[in-house]
């Protein structure tokens, strides 16, 4: 009996894991004809899915539990991280991650527009902030922590699907010209403090050099 179980068992599982990406699947294809995923129904998200709405909510006891879900799930499946581990990692991201963007814009408008989508942002905030700090720290420990502070809030501005969103419906650039254009400015940035600089100094020399021409 007790090999019977052993072996049902991982078929349970992959059934029910397969039947919550069927789930999560389906509430990402809805995202093109809908505004919001928070006027999506379960109805429709069940009935896409190929499931009877009460097996999603065996998955997902709530809508507000599937949503919770969905956001690591979409950003899993889009494959770009918001939480950079070097140096590279922070200049590079937006050049890599503002183009698949674009590949799923619906979704990510929804998850800055939506109210679940607000609340896994600023439920991530912490871990982004303490990811950015370590990664940031090469070059920015000999700050004081009033300018570091600062890049580090620039950082994540310009490494963020808000920066996506402003530099395409403000700027009219694409993604893909999005990523480039936060990523150049991360470098230029991270480039006057290695050159010994501080973010105030070098201002003041634009400032300086703007008032003679």
């Known amino acids: 009996m007790s090999s019977v179980r052993a072996y049902n068992s991982p078929l349970r599982e992959e059934k029910a894991h397969e039947t919550r990406e069927a789930i999560l699947a389906a509430l990402f294809e809805l995202m093109d004809s809908a505004s919001t995923p928070d006027e999506i129904s379960t109805e429709a998200i069940a009935r896409k899915a190929g499931v009877q709405r009460r097996t999603l909510f065996r998955h997902f006891a ?3 539990d599937l949503l919770a879900a969905f956001w690591p799930w979409l950003n899993a499946r889009i494959g770009v991280s918001a939480t950079p581990e070097s140096l590279n990692d922070v200049v590079d991201g937006p050049r890599q991650a503002f183009p698949q963007f674009d590949r799923h814009e619906a979704a990510i408008r929804a998850s800055l527009h ?3 989508g607000r609340e896994m942002r600023m439920g991530m905030v912490a871990n982004r902030r303490a990811n950015f700090a370590r990664a940031l720290a090469p070059a920015i420990a000999s700050l004081p922590p009033a300018e570091a502070e600062k890049i580090e809030a620039l950082a994540h501005l310009l490494y963020s699907a808000s920066a996506w969103e402003v530099l395409k419906d403000y700027g009219g ?17 991270l480039s006057a403090i290695t050159l010994g600089n501080s973010p105030a100094d070098a201002a003041s020399h634009m400032k300086e050099t703007g008032d003679e021409d």
């Open 173 to 189: 650039l694409t993604g893909a010209q999005a990523g480039e254009t936060a990523s150049w400015a991360l470098e230029l940035i």
């Open 62 to 64: 709530t809508k507000d």
């Open 114 to 116: 939506s109210r679940t």
